[in-house]
């Protein structure tokens, strides 16, 4: 069994070396005939084809045997009143994979009172970001501890808000997916807690990180600006904990937040939103180590 959870963990690289033995067995016939070659390229296929099976069948069925964290309460990364979408409190995973440790992220997208959002279908079919209430909205650390990973580099793009340019971001996804995590997550900061969790806040504004690796920091700090790189689809911020910093071999850590409003309740409670439900950061606690619910 620990074989197998081992396996699953590297599914991801799996499955990426397996798309490239595969291109490379489709590319044989530009390169000069030789027998050697040809007994090499004539395997490779086959080789992407076993491998893109392993893949898939350990995603399939080793995720029922995975040990399940403890639920974890942090700060939230966020000042005022945001919207909840694809939520761990509706399905898990809530991305619709487990890929990249985003079994139980949460998307945050930031609806002010007295600020509009705007409608989707209404308006160009690519907005500027800054359009948007979110883009360049403070971002905090949720977690002490010590900053892992800082990407700030990739540029804010447009916003898909439209049905066609949906459809667009379709197939630049499936490019994204080639390229690598870091072009699907974007922007971001990964910090480690002391017991060895990883906080990852993504999609972040470009140039807007004010940490480094290497930095110690409090929960609450701000640490970057709400932004749209990555696969992104609007201005929001992506939330997720993970075992490992590693996007590629990271299992989800499921989490709360603490002190939070749901919906139009008044009670302070540790919890997420769930889809199209809103959460009400009042004032952010900075306490001195993570509590487990």
């Known amino acids: ?10 599914r991801g690289v799996i499955l990426f070396v397996a798309i490239v033995l595969c291109l490379l067995g489709a590319f044989r016939r530009f390169i000069p005939q030789s027998e050697a070659l040809d007994m090499i390229f004539l395997g490779l296929p086959w ?9 898939m069948l350990v995603a399939v069925l080793v995720p029922k045997w995975l040990p399940v964290s403890e639920t974890i309460s942090i700060v939230p990364p966020v000042d ?25 992220a949460i998307d945050l997208v930031y609806e002010p009172v007295d600020q509009k ?12 970001p800054e359009d948007y209430p979110a883009f360049g909205q ?30 667009y971001m379709l197939v630049e996804g499936a490019l994204r997916e080639l390229a690598g995590p870091k072009f699907i997550i974007g922007n971001h900061v990964t910090i480690r807690s002391d017991d060895g969790v990883f906080a990852v806040v993504a999609h972040l504004k470009s140039g807007s990180a004010l940490v480094a690796v290497g930095d110690r920091v409090h929960a609450g700090q701000v640490i970057a600006e709400c932004g749209n790189s990555g696969n992104s689809s609007e201005p929001h911020v992506h939330v ?8 590629w071999t990271g299992q989800g850590v499921p989490f709360v937040f603490a002190d939070v409003q749901i919906g139009d309740a008044d009670l302070l409670q540790n919890a997420l939103p769930g889809n199209l439900q809103h959460v009400k950061i009042l004032a952010l606690q900075q306490p001195s180590k993570n509590s487990k619910e």
Request: overall charge positive; aromatic content about 8%.
């Open 47 to 55: 080789l992407g084809i076993t491998g893109m099976l392993i893949a």
């Open 240 to 247: 997720q904990l993970m075992d490992r910093r590693s996007f």
């Open 117 to 128: 959002r705007p409608t989707f279908g209404v308006g160009p079919v690519m907005r500027r």
């Open 138 to 167: 403070p971002v905090r650390a949720m977690i002490d501890g010590q900053v892992v990973s800082v990407l700030d580099a990739l540029r804010d793009h447009r916003a898909r808000s439209g049905t066609l340019s949906v459809l």
């Open 1 to 10: 069994m620990n074989f197998l959870i081992r396996l699953y963990r590297v």
């Open 80 to 104: 005022g009143r945001w919207l909840g979408m694809n939520s761990p409190v509706n399905k898990v995973p809530s991305h619709g994979v487990r890929a990249y440790g985003q079994s139980y």
